[in-house]
């Protein structure tokens, strides 16, 4: 049994509750430990994520979080550095899948948060096992 974390940036609950039951689920059946911390939005999941993994406690992560477009630019900067500083930790050997939602609208988001359409949440758990399978592989 392996250690995981969901590390959420919880800007949506409703959102959020739906996208982590489907990450759990993923985990939880493929018979691993699951922990959840939660940041307040999605550009603190990479240091969030940074921060947990230096603990050695974990053997992979899941990012959860939803970014809905606005007036402004912010949501370009939102989505984009939140998933750059992801894939540049994963690109250091930390197992990642990212299930943060970049999205126009709810309900563009509510058809991808929900574990029984495209349960974008469990795909994310997918990724990070997968990551951690290649892991296991590689260091044997
Ligand atoms: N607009 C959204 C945000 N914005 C907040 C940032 O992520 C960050 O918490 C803030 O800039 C302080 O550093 N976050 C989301 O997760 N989703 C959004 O739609
Ligand atoms: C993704 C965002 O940052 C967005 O929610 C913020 O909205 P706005 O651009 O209207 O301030």
Redesign the pocket.
Known sequence: MANFLIVE?R?YDDFNDMLVAGARTVLEDAGHSVEVLTV?????LPGAIALAAETGRYDGFVAI????R?ETY?FEI?AGESARGIMALTMDGIAIGNGILTTENREQTLVRADPAQKDKGGEAAKAALALFDLQQKFAG
């Open positions: 940036a800007f307040p939005g999605a550009l603190e979080g939803v970014v809905i606005g912010h939102v």
